[in-house]
């Protein structure tokens, strides 16, 4: 069965504004799973911004974004959620989810480049402008 996680949510934005990013599976189950949200913008590498671990017990934040961004999920709704404050034209970029399958009972990665994420979604623009 394919899998496959899709964003959502992403627009335009004031700086100081709030908006929330959904990312959605299909295919799988999103519970037990280490699930990232990255960022990039053109020219720059992708950037790991916020991760919640396998068990749900844990979070990582990126300096960038700590008390600004949270992560949550809605096992119901099969959707994990980017909550976005505060926010500022230094946030505008694609913004991805990824999956990591394997079992873990450590701590999240931000790393988008070290392999560990295999399912990514597609993306959705976030821009942050007056």
């Known amino acids: 069965q394919l899998q496959l996680v899709a964003e959502s949510g992403g627009g335009s934005v004031q700086p100081g504004g709030s908006l929330t990013l959904s990312c959605a599976a299909s295919?799988?189950?999103?519970?037990?799973?280490?699930i990232g949200w990255f960022r990039q913008v053109p020219g720059k590498e992708r950037e790991g911004i916020l991760c919640?671990?396998?068990?749900?017990?844990?979070?990582n934040h990126a300096d960038s974004v700590k008390g600004r961004f949270t992560i949550s999920r809605d096992s119901a709704k099969n959707t994990v959620y980017l909550q976005m404050t505060a926010l500022t034209p230094e946030d505008t970029a694609v913004y991805y989810c990824?999956?990591?399958?394997?079992?873990?009972?450590?701590?999240?990665?931000?790393?988008?480049?070290?392999?560990?994420?295999?399912?990514w979604g597609q993306g959705t623009q976030v821009t942050v402008s007056s």
């Open positions: 295919g799988f189950s999103l519970d037990y799973k280490t």
């Open positions: 990824a999956i990591d399958r394997t079992p873990s009972m450590g701590a999240c990665t931000l790393d988008a480049a070290g392999g560990r994420y295999r399912i």
């Open positions: 919640i671990s396998y068990l749900g017990d844990r979070t």
